[in-house]
């Protein structure tokens, strides 16, 4: 019996640039939906491929009536299913249809109050709401057959519809958590207006994502899986290792820049069991192309080549063994902050395991990318399913360049043993405050420390110091596509930076970074 395909009849995202795009697609699939990332431009058999019963435009940086800005493909309006434009999708809806976009005299950026008129886009939501804006154009005049369906300060036109054709547009964001009803009103476009049948969960993702590994590497194929220890490259060992079990290699590469004792740490975990595991110490390597480097991208790009080239060399002495495919724990964020959903979308930072093979080893080898789909939560929840242990489920996320994003300025091996000391004593903080607990409430879901490219005067024991700064980082978060600056006690953060001026030698200030995301990234660099 041929099992039913997740994938069909669920929503098609189309992207227009927004940083939010995957998290509307992730909110879909909470409501037990499959929801897929096409550009906006795509071609309609592409995007509909698994026969999608609805379409949601995401929101995005351009202005609907300049030159070039992107636009609804017109074979999307007349596919007949329904559409829900967000943001800027809701004035490319606008726009194609005939109605009139224009410059707010005041813009909305932040929270505002929504009050609607009643649909069935807003059914079992407050009269009046809270909902995110981001926004600098507004709906003048909405094209004909459309009603206004939902008010705010500075929009007349916060929502609209025209429900006898199913289409809707909203111009704020339902999709991030500071709009208190989006997960309602993307519950009624969803299940209710497209009619979605709820079958995407986690036993179906890893069911279906197992037969089509299956499907890939065939009966003999050998995957080569880069491990890290992380959470990503964790699931993604077991996810294919569960599909075809000794056939799975795994190789772990110390870069000089991993946590304190992190090295040992991971070949005391997956060094012990059943798996193929080869530990590879290539610190010299790495600090040795980056020695006068400071340019936050140059530095990703260095790091990404230099683990490809010492990937591909390992890769290479096990052809013998039959390796076809190289394994990767790539997850949406990276997929969406390199920006390879959409050509409209904007770089904020590349990562090196985005963006498939260079030429050489696309050649030889063929990308297994069991979590490309999923978000930091679904994998852990995908983890959880697998029978992993708490301790590495909940680990924090820990970048691909590891500690050479955590050191602005020129890496050298001195900056990253003194950062690796203080970065230690704050995690060790944490733990002992009970703020890194292993579960998906967790305060602190992001921390670590920043050894900032600058020195400051101090004073210690009546004589003058002139030594670097470290600044603390901690975030809270559910998604990592947004992110606010833990509110951590002033107690504990001063027992921090006590011991870390007095136990690290080479910083002598410590600062608390209160920044969110946005404005800023929740890395450094």
């Not at 929801?35 to 698994?50: G, K, N």
């Not at 946590?259 to 010299?284: C, D, I, K, W």
């Not at 063929?366 to 697998?386: M, N, Q, T």
């Not at 579960?439 to 020195?455: E, I, N, R, W, Y």
Request: negative net charge; proline residues 5%.
């Amino acid at each position: 019996m041929t099992a039913p395909d997740l994938r069909s009849g669920g929503i098609a995202v189309l992207d227009f640039g927004s940083q939010y795009t995957q998290l509307i697609a992730r909110r879909v699939r909470e409501l037990g939906v499959y929801a897929e990332v096409f550009p906006f431009d795509a071609p309609l058999d592409t995007i509909q491929r698994h026969a999608p019963k609805g379409y949601i435009l995401s929101g995005g940086p351009n202005s609907i009536y300049e030159d070039g800005a992107p636009q609804l493909q017109a074979e999307v309006l007349n596919a007949g299913a329904p559409i829900l434009g967000l943001c800027y999708g809701m004035q490319a809806l606008t726009y194609s249809l005939g109605g009139k976009v224009a410059g707010a005299a005041h813009r909305e950026y932040g929270r505002a109050d929504l009050t609607h008129h009643g649909s069935s886009l807003f059914e079992g939501v407050p009269d009046t709401s809270t909902v995110w804006m981001s926004h600098g154009d507004r709906i003048e005049q909405p094209p004909a057959g459309f009603t206004p369906l939902a008010v705010s300060t500075n929009s007349p036109y916060a929502a609209m519809g025209d429900e006898s054709r199913g289409l809707y547009g909203v111009q704020f964001h339902p999709e991030v958590i500071h709009t208190a009803h989006g997960t309602q009103i993307l519950r009624n476009y969803v299940l209710g207006i497209c009619g979605c049948e709820p079958k995407w969960n986690t036993g179906a993702f890893i069911d279906d994502t197992i037969e089509r590994i299956r499907q890939q590497v065939g009966e003999d194929g050998r995957v080569l899986l880069a491990l890290s220890g992380g959470v990503d490259s964790s699931v993604a060992a077991a996810l294919i290792q569960r599909a075809i079990g000794e056939r799975l290699m795994s190789v772990f590469v110390n870069t000089g820049m991993m946590r304190l004792n992190e090295p040992e740490q991971v070949a005391g975990v997956f060094g012990t069991g059943e798996m193929h595991f080869t530990a590879l110490n290539a610190s010299e390597e790495f600090l040795s192309a980056l020695v006068g480097v400071t340019d936050p991208e140059s530095k990703r790009k260095i790091i990404g080549k230099t683990f490809i080239d010492i990937f591909t060399r390992f890769a290479s002495e096990q052809a013998g063994a039959g390796v076809r495919f190289l394994g990767q724990g790539t997850i949406y964020p990276d997929v969406i902050e390199s920006a390879h959903a959409s050509k409209s979308s904007k770089v904020i930072k590349s990562h090196h395991n985005v963006g498939g093979l260079p030429a050489d080893l696309a050649e030889k080898f063929a990308l297994v990318e069991p979590l490309r789909d999923l978000f930091k939560d679904e994998v852990r929840r995908v983890g959880e399913a697998l029978g992993l242990p708490p301790t590495l489920i909940w680990r924090q996320p820990f970048p691909g360049p590891g500690l050479g994003i955590r050191c602005p300025g020129e890496i050298t091996w001195e900056r990253l043993e003194t950062l690796r000391q203080a970065d230690a004593i704050f995690i060790e903080e944490l733990e002992k405050a009970g703020l890194m607990r292993y579960d998906s409430g967790q305060l602190t879901a992001q921390c670590f420390v920043v050894l900032l490219p600058v020195k400051s005067v101090g004073v210690m024991g009546d004589n003058r110091t002139y030594e670097e700064v470290a600044a603390l980082r901690a975030v809270a978060t559910d998604d990592f596509m947004t992110a606010d600056w833990a509110r951590l006690d002033y107690a504990l953060l001063a027992r921090v930076s006590n011991r870390i001026v007095n136990e690290v030698k080479g910083i002598n200030r410590v600062l608390y970074d209160i920044t969110s995301k946005p404005p800023a990234t929740i890395e450094w660099e």
